[in-house]
């Protein structure tokens, strides 16, 4: 679903009137996104085409004045819908061979948020994650129950054949969360964060990804991030909150925070337990992505430099 699409269908469906006016307030925009930790020698091109063309779509929307918030949706939304991630339709099995996903939404703007938990059924967590932001005063929604409600909000529903992957998987790296990081052009941040968990877990199991201030998090004047990892990791440092609380009251530049986090959770780990990486952006546009797993399939764009996409230190 396009911006603009995504933009109307938030107007027609919410209690109050979308705000529809392109921002105008700046030039500078930086839209940051990642598709997951990777191993030493992989180098998905797949995925790296994939997003390099993603990312010139959304630059043109963003110059557009399109809304963080609503460009961190599409993007996820395309992602999700590829069936080249770890999320939504190319989402891995758990150990008893069904999927469930997870996904999260924050609003940096008025540190509004939606996440869910546990979909078996529902095609896109993201939209999901929003759903819950916008129509509900809650903030997460997990399991049958939930997402019988976000299906009353209008979520689309699939069978479970629509999923790539429905036989369980046993290597506990595996991870391909998606999510993305945006300043807009009106100054405002945003972040979202998509994934299918990996295939050792438990059902039931829930990471970090819908969990705010772990997997996403986003705070206007600050910063807005998503991460990808081991879950657990990420939720006992509460990742993405403490990079921003790192700024707000340590005084640190965004480079600083995020390469002290990310640092600190891998001295925490065993093996490759703590290992994984964050893509963020600040209010003035600097971007951080720093990791500690062998590499992390990412890119980014702004207003002045077209999109770079890469997996280890070299992007381009």
Do not use: W
Request: proline share 3%; hydrophobic share 40%.
């Amino acid at each position: 679903m396009s911006v603009s699409a995504l933009i109307a269908a938030a107007a027609l469906s919410s209690g109050a009137a979308a705000d529809t006016t392109p921002c105008r307030a700046q030039e500078n925009f930086v839209l940051v996104v990642h598709g997951g930790t990777a191993r030493a020698g992989q180098v998905p091109e797949a995925k790296l085409v994939f997003m390099r063309k993603m990312l010139g779509r959304a630059r043109n929307d963003l110059k557009r004045g399109a809304h963080g918030v609503d460009v961190v949706e599409d993007v996820v939304t395309q992602m999700e819908d590829s069936g080249l991630f770890n999320a939504g339709r190319a989402a891995i099995a758990n150990q008893e061979g069904f999927v469930e996903t997870d996904a999260s939404i924050m609003d940096g703007q008025n540190l509004n948020a939606g996440s869910v938990a546990s979909m078996r059924y529902v095609k896109n967590p993201i939209t999901a994650a929003r759903l819950v932001m916008d129509k509900t005063r809650h903030v997460m929604m997990v399991g049958d129950r939930g997402e019988a409600a976000v299906t009353k909000l209008g979520a689309t529903v699939v069978s479970p054949d629509y999923f790539l992957s429905n036989t369980p998987k046993t290597d506990p790296e595996d991870h391909g969360t998606v999510g993305a990081a945006v300043l807009d052009r009106c100054g405002n941040l945003a972040a979202g964060t998509s994934t299918g968990g990996y295939g050792a877990k438990i059902p039931g199991r829930v990471g970090d990804s819908p969990n705010i201030g772990a997997g996403v998090y986003a705070k206007n004047s600050v910063m807005a991030g998503s991460a990808t990892g081991h879950g657990e990791y990420f939720i006992r440092f509460t990742a993405l909150r403490s990079v921003a609380a790192r700024m707000e009251y340590g005084g640190q530049s965004l480079a600083e925070a995020a390469a002290a986090v990310i640092a600190e959770m891998d001295t925490a780990g065993e093996g490759r337990d703590g290992q994984g990486g964050i893509v963020t952006v600040d209010a003035q546009g600097n971007v951080a992505m720093p990791f500690t797993s062998d590499g992390m399939v990412r890119g980014m764009v702004s207003d002045d430099a077209r999109p770079t996409v890469g997996v280890f230190e070299e992007m381009n």
